[in-house]
């Protein structure tokens, strides 16, 4: 085995784990979900069925990622930051195949305690607030803040926010506005 899965999580059948991926305590990978090389999946994580998780993903303490959602390579998932799959769930009527697929792209953050309602896409490099809630598509490299969650600046492949010429202070890189 070339990943490391602690003895209290459960991986189900039919899971593709990626080599140097480490899995910690009391997580729990349903059947169907991959994930990729050298990901970092925290304490009391549930993922799937059917997810897809890229290489370099790093998924914090009680997160639950759910059938529909793909994070794709090295996405940042802060603690208890919640997916959701069905938009308007009942308790007493199965809805699961009304789930709305989710997608986060190459390099975004999601910070702790932020929602992601499903049917949208998280942009490359966008970086989500603590405790935003995102109700739409999220442009590349937006800064997105509050309930719900607006766009308040741009940021850096480096996550620091750039300033109002499209210039990051802290590695010198300058971003162009396209239109």
């Known amino acids: 085995m070339d990943y490391f899965v602690h003895e209290s999580s459960y991986i189900d059948e039919g899971v593709q784990i990626g080599k140097g991926t480490k899995i910690w ?32 993903c790093k998924i914090q303490n009680n997160v639950s990622i759910y059938k529909g959602v793909t994070l794709e390579y090295g996405v940042f998932c802060g603690p208890s ?23 986060v792209k190459k390099g975004a953050t999601l910070g702790a305690n932020c929602t992601i309602v499903c049917g949208h896409t998280i942009g490359q490099y966008a970086f989500i607030g603590a405790g935003a809630v995102v109700t739409k598509d999220v442009p590349d490299y937006a800064l997105m803040a509050g309930n719900p969650a607006r766009q308040i600046g741009w940021v850096c492949e480096c996550g620091e926010k750039l300033n109002d010429e499209g210039h990051c202070h802290a590695c010198g890189k300058l971003y162009q506005r396209e239109g």
């Open 25 to 56: 305590h009391f997580s729990h990978v349903l059947p169907g979900s991959k994930i990729g090389k050298s990901c970092n999946i925290g304490q009391n994580v549930v993922i799937g069925p059917d997810v897809t998780i890229g290489d370099n």
């Open 81 to 103: 930051m919640v997916f959701t799959n069905i938009f308007n769930p009942r308790a007493e009527i199965s809805k699961m195949d009304q789930a709305r697929p989710t997608l």
